[in-house]
């Protein structure tokens, strides 16, 4: 408010009522009135029109530009204006909403910026000159493998066909003990490595087999358990059958000696 009251007094300086009367009074008193009235709006257009004035952050706005123009032409005094509120609410009202606006203007340009810089970095291995030059240059040294393959084709068409294993390596005679060892231990190597690659592959189980034997061996305590278990049982009946074996022999005995007695 105090800014739209500056751009405006200096543009309605002239304006104001003198000694005459208003500004719609008649007479010469009134002509000059209107006189410096069309005088100071001309010069709130211009000022309106040059912008915002070194020694202030903003320039004129809507707002003091259409009280200007209501000073120029009577509508309102300069003393209205001077004994008006200070704070009105509807002003107020509309900085917060420039503020607001401003704001959202800036939360938006910051959205878009970090959605350029997502996007960047989503296809920086696309488009990014740094990986570029890492792929061309892969590219490059592939090219030159196949170059260097081509030049050699025949050479490497005649190795291979060319079958190794006759091809003699010069061995010194010092070596010829050692060589033979070699060879049987490569025989033997040879045919062991079935077993090995087994156990090689059976590597990644160790832990499943550990767990396997594990619970198989506390299975066969529990079995060890229930058999001595059983064995006791087994041995106390024995014990108990021996005894009624033999007091039943006695009896027997007995009776066969009463019936004799008789």
């Known amino acids: 408010m105090?800014?739209?009251?500056?751009s405006v007094s200096a543009a309605t300086a002239a304006a104001s009522p003198g000694p005459c009367g208003g500004a719609a009074s008649p007479g010469p008193c009134g002509a000059g009135s209107r006189e410096r009235g069309a005088a100071g709006a001309a010069r709130a257009r211009r000022a309106a029109a040059a912008g915002p004035s070194p020694w202030e952050s903003e320039?004129?706005?809507?707002?003091?530009?259409?009280?200007?123009?209501?000073?120029?032409?009577?509508f309102?005094?300069?003393?209205?204006?001077?004994?008006?509120?200070?704070?009105?609410?509807?002003?107020?009202?509309?900085a917060e909403r420039e503020k607001i606006a401003k704001i959202r203007a800036e939360i938006n340009e910051k959205?878009?910026?970090?959605?350029?810089?997502?996007?960047?970095?989503?296809?920086?291995?696309?488009?990014h000159p740094f990986y570029l030059d890492k792929k061309c240059q892969i590219l490059q040294d592939m090219n030159r493998h196949l170059e260097a393959v081509l030049k050699e084709k025949k050479k490497l068409r005649k190795r291979l066909m060319k079958p190794i294993c006759q091809e003699n390596l010069p061995i010194k005679a010092e070596y010829h003990k050692y060589v033979v060892e070699l060879l049987t231990e490569a025989v033997s190597f040879v045919e062991k490595l079935e077993s090995h690659?087994?156990?090689a592959r059976s590597i990644p189980q160790i832990p499943t087999l550990m767990k396997n034997m594990d619970v198989a061996l506390t299975k066969t305590e529990v079995l060890v358990t229930d058999l001595e278990e059983l064995t006791e049982q087994i041995l106390e009946w024995r014990e108990l059958q021996k005894g009624v074996?033999?007091?039943?022999?006695?009896?027997t005995a007995e009776l066969d000696f009463g019936l004799s007695l008789t």
Not at 2 to 6: G, H, L, S
Not at 245 to 251: A, L, T, V
């Open 76 to 94: 309102v005094t300069q003393e209205t204006l001077d004994s008006a509120c200070q704070n009105i609410t509807c002003f107020a009202k509309f």
């Open 59 to 74: 320039g004129p706005t809507a707002a003091a530009a259409l009280l200007a123009e209501c000073l120029a032409e009577g």
């Open 2 to 6: 105090a800014e739209r009251r500056r």
């Open 111 to 127: 959205k878009l910026e970090t959605e350029i810089l997502q996007l960047e970095r989503e296809t920086a291995d696309i488009v």
């Open 245 to 251: 074996y033999s007091d039943g022999i006695c009896n």
């Open 197 to 199: 690659l087994q156990s």
